[in-house]
């Protein structure tokens, strides 16, 4: 008589070594808490833009409107925002590209000719220049571009803003260049490559995204930038974008909404560069910043 064997059921695979995965309950109730409060200023100006200046005083700040106006954006751009979007343009990508170039060219220098005391020294410079606030050289920062006769034009900010982006730059790009495998520079110099060739063939494609956390990074502060523009310009010609959106502060009052409508103009550049080079940012920012 045939027997039929009972066949136990399969037991179900858990993770490695027996241990039953635990949820963290406390540490993702702490980052919806945080991302709450971080995202409320934005909420904030979101709908503040979307109200008239004599609703804004009457309502409640964190209620959106019963009716949304578009006139605060319309007021806006009739303001020549457009030109001071220009500005700041031209501000950022010629203080950028040069700040990104050298900061580059500094790090593999000083990376590859470690033995060399005036590298060395001249990175004991840069590291020197993280110390140095901006508020405290003002100053002088301004005698110097009036004896330069650069007073009120938009070389005046950005020669200035390259300089302060270069410590920074050089110390993530320093970082990156020397976890690239020394094997690779020897092989390169095995082939017969000059050492400007090994630097645009080899070292520029690997370190591509530390460039992009400094482009983005410093991007972003010379963007931003109130002081050297509040300092170094005085025509409304030559005004970037935050310090154009003081016109709209009267003798009497301030236009908040149009204030709101102006800063969310203004940030539309930043996000669309955050979402282009997301990837790239956070892992420059893991292995330049977590050194």
Known sequence: MATIEAQAPAKRKGPPGGKVAKYNWLG????????????????????TSVKTQSNYFVTNALLP???????????????????????????????????????????????????????????????????IPLQAVIIPVYLMIIKLHLYDSLAAIALPSIAFAIPLSVLVLTNFIRDVPKELFESMRMDG????????????????????????????????????PLVLTQSDNERTIPLALVSFQGQFGVNVPAIAAGVMLTTLPIIILYAIGRRQLLSGLTAGFGK
């Open 28 to 47: 993702g109730s702490l980052s919806w808490i945080w991302l709450i409060i971080a995202m409320l200023p934005v909420y904030w100006i979101i709908i």
């Open 65 to 131: 409107p019963k009716s949304w106006t578009f006139d605060n954006y319309k007021l806006v751009l009739e303001n020549h925002v457009i030109h001071y979007f220009l500005n700041s343009v031209m501000v950022t990508a010629g203080a950028i590209i040069p700040a990104v170039a050298i900061s580059f060219m500094a790090a593999y220098a000083i990376v590859r000719g470690i033995d060399n005391r005036f590298l060395r020294f001249t990175n004991s410079l840069f590291l020197m220049g993280l110390a």
């Open 193 to 228: 490559a000059s050492e400007l060739g090994t630097m645009v063939r080899l070292a520029l494609p690997l370190t591509r995204p530390a460039l992009v956390t400094v482009t983005i990074y410093n991007g972003l502060g010379i963007w931003n930038g109130f002081l050297l």
